[in-house]
């Protein structure tokens, strides 16, 4: 056959039988595609390239660790090497999920012993990892060269004493914010002294004190080290020491910035940043004054990532370094830069394309602090390829958002906080129904959403008529009626996640996305109208989601406080806690 | 529900409460007229719907009743919360707003806002709606301006029913985080009730951030002891909550945070069995909502027993709550007198 005919007609019974594409070629080829989409497309084709996708894949990501049973995967993917697995509902990054909810690494870990021997990485996200499975790890897998675990939880830094002990190809250790119980820093001691592969450390999270010489022995030793993010038991001139020893770091985080230096020390500290040629992320800081930052110029040359979330500038300190920091793509900061120090990032950062503005005093709400409306105006005036923002205020207005997104139709990602839950435009004191409106309807490409503030159904009928690209919606304190839900449900195409917290959505707008939650990843909502009955209904209904009610002291009778609805192939979960009961 | 039946419904109500209330309430000019509902949390107070809404009342006399009223009305008012009309030192209604507007207009506000609130039931709107001109469908067209939260709070001028997309006197919502009301006790804004899990900022960088400004935190200048929880329930509300009583250094500031957190329940107790509005708007049901609808602020002590919110000092208070509870007026007869006798005491 005609190879030509062949490939247009791929899904023909006579091209899979006749096609002279011998199966070495297809694996070779399929092997190379990387992204999970091309794959997944790939597998759809035909039999034929079912199976050689599926031999040839050496990595799977699996956003809801529940979808899926650790058996069903090895089953069908048999040569895999790194995992990505995300467990939690987003909320329990907010406390909103009680503890021993599940998504505990064991089981999987005990099957890809089984099945995938040679397994190198592993990153989770909201898993519960025990120190057992850690060591399990540790000792099981003996190629094994890259851990990153992120909001996860159950873990001590004994876990990452059996990691640092006994995986002899560790290539990344990464470990961010997570609910670890932070014994000592002598995990750090256990790498042995011949262990040499380090490319990535970062303990930026962990408090307690490292041994210093231990860890400057080990940046030694490694010289592949290009990611290097140390916590606040590091001081300044530690870290002149690290760098000098590490001059082609590409991601580096600082330890605390508060010492007091010698002249000498301080000069020491410039040359060791203006050694650092390479460096393209900037994190930590944390204590930074205008003292000391300028020592820190000279890197800055190339930085393409600057986080300062946990750095409580001023802004005049951030005006000034952002004045050596002309390729910035993404900035982190804390809202003590105030939108004074936003407009410095609107003078300084045209290439810009992602903000987060993080609240230092998220809960005392501060008049005169922290940034307004006009500190993103002003970003948005001088930064017009901005396409991720999240923002956290005090206050809002219609008439800025509407400004915002004419001058940066770009965004992408567009999640803003305003602090105060169900507060209106604070100029007309109308809802920010026009606020969102402007933001679906002048950015096409829009994917992920949070709201805020005074919402009416008026905002999610925006949503479902102009968000068509959107796939994640986050909703807390808005909406009037069952009919905004609807609206979402109904009229966005592509949505994968919707989270609601205390919103009026009852058993109506649940019910009215029965055929829609298949082609979601999930959904959760928490103190809304939604009833028991009404969640059994649609179990009944929809046999292949799993829906999920937990049960709090809080909710009434009849009531379902908390559900959390996914679909998945594996059925129910089999390792439920007693408060979550599934319909 | 249309209008006129409201206004039925008000006047009705206002009788009945009047019939429930007496024995909680003394005053000195025999109040024929009934139109004292006890706004104890500043949630409901009927008679300024009859003041602006129902015609058949007379208006002049309604005020003079609600003036008259105030120095002997029970309410949920805490040690250390201004009260301008009296001066005594007696519980007052939340004045939640600035005291610009004064306390006429609160009552008006809340007043208006359940008004319109019971008015829009028909719509099915729920707790966290606001007050809804006219039978707009729903998501058409603009709605008049009110805080989610602070929708029993926001001043709505009294008078008649207001057209569509009116605006509230500015200072209320100006910068509304800050709620610095009469009195100007306090110079930091009172802290807000931390509703769990708001504002979506992780545990990681909350407990970073809060231990890095230990020492620039002045909220309560209690940076030594851990949080001190406890559960609010209300009486007809779908959930609890919780409330930390650290944030709080006196009753006031505690009496604003609960406000703000359940301002939507009496409304809400209609659907919250979830059925939605419709089946629930009986004429019977909302007369029991109604009646109903006065609340106390009540605590648990140590001993097991149920106390009136807020007549031990403040420091006392926190060491022997276990539990609060946003009760029924009428379900806290037996409490009143008491607090009753302590206040009249304090005179």
Known sequence: MDPKRAKQSPDSAEAIRLSPFPDEALDRILALLDSHKDRSSASLVSKAWYHAERWSRSCVFIGNCYSVSPEILVHRFPNIRRVILKGKPRFSDFNLVPQNWGADIHSWLLVFADHYPFLEELRLKRMTVSDQSLEFLALKFHNFKSLSLLSCDGFSTDGLAAIATHCRNLTELDIQENGIDDISGKWLNCFPDNFTSLEVLNFASLTSEVNFDSLERLVARCNSLKILKVNQSITLDQLQRLLVRAPRLMELGSGSFLQDLTPQQYTDLETAFRGCRNLQTLSGLSEASSLYLPALYPACANLTFLNLSYAALQSEELAKLLAHCPLLRRLWVLDTVEDKGLEAVGQNCSLLEELRVFPEHPFDQEIDHGVTESGFLAVSYGCRKLSYVLYFCGQMTNAAVATIVQNCPDFTHFRLCIMNPGQPDYLTNEPMDEAFGAVVKNCPKLQRLAVSGLLTDLTFEYIGTYAKNLETLSVAFAGSSDWGMQCVLEGCPKLRKLEIRDCPFGNKALLSGLEKYESMRSLWMSACKVTMNGCKLLAREMPRLNVEVMEDEESNEGQAYKVYVYRSVAGPRRDAPPFVLTL | ?347
Request: aromatic residues 6%; charged residues 25%.
């Open chain 2, 1 to 347: 529900m249309s209008p006129p039946l409201l206004g039925v419904e008000c006047g009705t109500r206002d009788v009945a409460k009047v019939t429930g209330s007496s024995s909680l309430k003394e005053s000195p000019d025999g109040l024929s007229l009934g139109l004292k509902e006890r706004n104890y949390l500043g949630l409901s107070d009927c008679s300024t719907v009859d003041s602006s809404m129902v015609s058949g009342q007379s208006d002049p006399e309604a005020q003079v009743n609600k003036l008259n009223t105030k120095a002997t009305e029970l309410r949920l008012g805490l040690p250390g919360s201004q009260s301008p009309e009296r001066g005594l030192d007696e519980k007052l209604l939340f004045p939640l707003l600035p005291s610009k507007d004064g306390i006429k207009s609160v009552v008006s506000g809340n007043k208006r806002g359940f008004s319109d609130a019971i008015d829009n039931f028909s719509d099915e709107k729920w707790m966290f709606h606001r007050p809804d001109e006219g039978k707009q469908s729903l998501g058409q067209g603009k709605f008049p301006t009110s805080a989610v939260i602070n929708v029993m709070i926001a001043s709505r001028p009294s008078g008649p029913q207001q057209p569509v997309k009116e605006v509230p006197p500015k200072p209320l919502l100006e910068r509304s985080n800050g709620i610095n009301l009469s009195g100007g006790e306090n110079n930091a804004p009172a802290a807000k009730a931390q509703v769990i899990g708001w504002p979506p900022v992780r545990s990681f960088r909350k407990n970073t951030l809060a231990a890095a400004s230990k020492d620039n935190d002045e909220v309560d200048g209690k940076p030594g002891p851990g949080p001190l929880f406890v559960k609010v329930s209300m009486d007809g509300a779908p959930y609890l909550r919780k409330v930390d009583l650290r944030n709080y250094c006196k009753y006031y500031e505690l009496s604003v945070a609960l406000e703000k957190m359940f301002s939507g329940f009496t409304l809400g107790q209609y659907g919250a069995n979830g059925t939605g509005g419709r089946e629930m708007m009986s004429e019977s049901k909302v007369k029991d909502a109604l009646r109903g609808s006065d609340y106390v602020l009540t605590y648990e002590d140590k001993d097991g027993d149920w106390m009136l919110v807020g007549d031990v000092p403040w420091e006392m208070f926190i060491d022997t709550c276990k539990k609060l509870k946003i009760m029924k007026s009428s379900d806290a007869i037996g409490l009143a007198p008491r607090a009753m006798e302590k206040s009249k005491a304090r005179n």
